[in-house]
């Protein structure tokens, strides 16, 4: 039947449907009853929002599939009225997905392009599908389900990436590291700790995404254009057709509310933000100056001109598409702000920011995930640079607290210390047992396990703690707690 047109612009408004040429495209327009003038060229390509919602096809054929149930049910359709709209809804659907479908400008946008195609298909019976609903009720539905497909998406995306990071955090549960305040470095810390501690961000993004699943998944159908219809329509029934948990239980709140689309973008641009973050720690610890890590090459791209170089492309263009999505929200929130109840066209423009919150979100997780299980850690660059930077400063402090210093003359010892460290080019474990005792009468021979990397974290040995041991530990929760949530 119709035909792919896949170059729609502002410039072309024809609808060439092979079933009815003869047809001018103004004589399509389901309102042309009230109309004198057709629509102007311009206006209706400015007004059309089918080059973007057409990729809610299948949302729109699933609200429509259930609502001809529902008015089966109620004895509005009768039975056979019902399978024709359900069998041309199959049809259409499979010619949609063979890239055969001939998207019409004039028909403005996905709701009326399917109904039209339906009623070329089947004829009057087409007509019928409309009864009791709007197509504010209908795009209020269509996004809804598209947003609880793709949460459910976005959840196993992160889930991936949460495996990837929990899976490198056992494998370097023991590597060393210097942990930073202000990029100083502070106290050693494992690096299997500091991926879990993204884990963690994660872990609160992925909480965010199921909660607002919960208010994503109620139904609007019903609500009609604002009023609610005056068919005895079974709102139930519908709801349980489509899988929503609830119904929206005020028509004019059911057709306006965006809240849950802009919950979701407010979601993503957290999950991203934290992605943005560690993208930044990422491309340092990739630098040679930091010499942390290694992306794997098909990750990164080089230079044209020079050649030594190995570019982290992929944590740049996610700290990069961050914006992108914050920018989203605040597009969605300005958009809402000055609207009245109930339906307003203003709503149409919901939909470019957050099917572009939605692909930016999928694709930042997917490549992370990706990426994440190809690193390569370079512990000797991490150990040295723990070392260089005198991180066992605060153990030496508490051990002389543990031996009856006040914290504060403690902290004065260790200063002289680590200036004797600096000016003769030593860490605070090469420097002899005599030196450090004149700055404390304190210090004694087991101070050198303090000192170590390794006996600074392993202090550390609580919940929560930076403790290989711990880490061991909380990689066995964190396996338990990604499964709870799926
Ligand atoms: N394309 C419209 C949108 O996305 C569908 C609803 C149109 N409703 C109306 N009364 N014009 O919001």
């Known amino acids: 039947m119709h035909k792919m ?16 040429p003869q047809k001018t495209p103004q004589a399509e327009k389901p309102w042309n009853g009230r109309f004198t003038e057709p629509t102007d060229t311009f206006v209706e390509a400015f007004t059309a929002s089918v080059t973007f919602d057409q990729r809610m096809y299948r949302q729109d054929i699933a609200g429509s599939v259930a609502h001809a149930k529902m008015l089966a049910h109620i004895g509005v359709l009768s039975i056979d009225e019902k399978e024709q709209i359900i069998d041309g ?3 259409i659907k499979t010619t949609i997905e063979a890239g055969e479908f001939n998207w019409s400008i004039t028909l403005e946008d996905v709701h009326m392009n399917i109904e039209a195609a339906l009623t070329d298909l089947i004829g009057i019976t087409g007509k019928k599908l ?3 609903r709007s197509r504010n009720d209908q795009v ?5 389900l598209y947003l609880r497909d793709e949460i459910d998406l976005i959840i196993t995306e992160l889930k991936r990436l949460q495996n990837a990071l929990v899976d490198l955090a056992e494998q370097e549960a023991g590597t060393i590291m210097p942990g930073f305040t202000h990029l100083q470095t502070a106290q050693p810390v494992t690096f299997g700790h500091h991926m879990l501690a993204w884990f963690e961000n994660l872990e609160r993004d992925c909480s965010r995404f199921i909660d607002c699943r919960k208010r994503v998944n109620i139904m609007p159908l019903g609500a009609a254009a604002l009023a609610g219809t005056t068919y005895p329509i079974d709102r139930a029934f519908t709801a349980q057709e489509l899988g929503f948990e ?5 028509s004019l709140d059911a057709v306006s509310d965006r809240d849950f689309a802009i919950e979701l973008t407010a979601d993503a641009a957290l999950l991203m933000t934290h992605l943005s973050r560690f993208s930044e720690e990422l491309v340092l610890w990739a630098s040679a ?47 809402m702000k000055g609207q009245p109840l109930a339906y307003n066209k203003d709503n149409q423009e919901d939909k470019e920011p957050l099917f572009d919150t939605v692909d930016t979100l999928k694709g930042s997780l997917k490549v992370y995930a990706d990426m994440m299980q190809h690193v390569t850690v370079n512990k000797e660059s991490m150990r040295e640079a723990a070392i260089r930077g005198f991180s066992t400063a605060t153990d030496l402090a508490d051990y002389l607290v543990r031996a009856g210093v006040p914290f504060r003359d403690a902290h004065e010892v260790v200063g002289k210390a680590v200036r004797l460290g600096i000016d003769s080019k030593r860490d605070l474990a090469e ?18 396990d303090v000192l170590t990397l390794e006996g600074s974290v392993s202090a550390r040995n609580h919940l929560g703690g930076t403790a290989p041991e711990q880490v061991r530990a909380a990689v066995i929760r964190a396996r338990d707690r990604i499964k709870k949530t799926s």
């Open 130 to 132: 409309h009864t009791g």
């Open 431 to 448: 420097i002899s047992l005599q030196e450090l005792q004149q700055f404390s009468d304190k210090i004694q021979a087991d101070v050198f």
């Open 89 to 91: 809804l199959a049809q």
């Open 5 to 20: 047109d896949q170059q729609i612009t502002m410039s072309d408004t024809t609808h060439s449907s092979q079933n009815s």
């Open 289 to 335: 100056q930091f010499n942390f890590i290694e992306l794997s090459d098909s990750f990164c791209t080089g230079s044209s001109i020079m050649p030594q170089k190995k570019n982290p492309d992929v944590p740049e263009l996610v700290r990069g598409k961050t914006g992108r999505v914050n920018g989203h929200l605040i597009s969605l929130l300005t958009l």
């Open 140 to 144: 209020a539905t269509d996004i809804r």
């Open 246 to 250: 609830g119904i929206c239980e005020n």
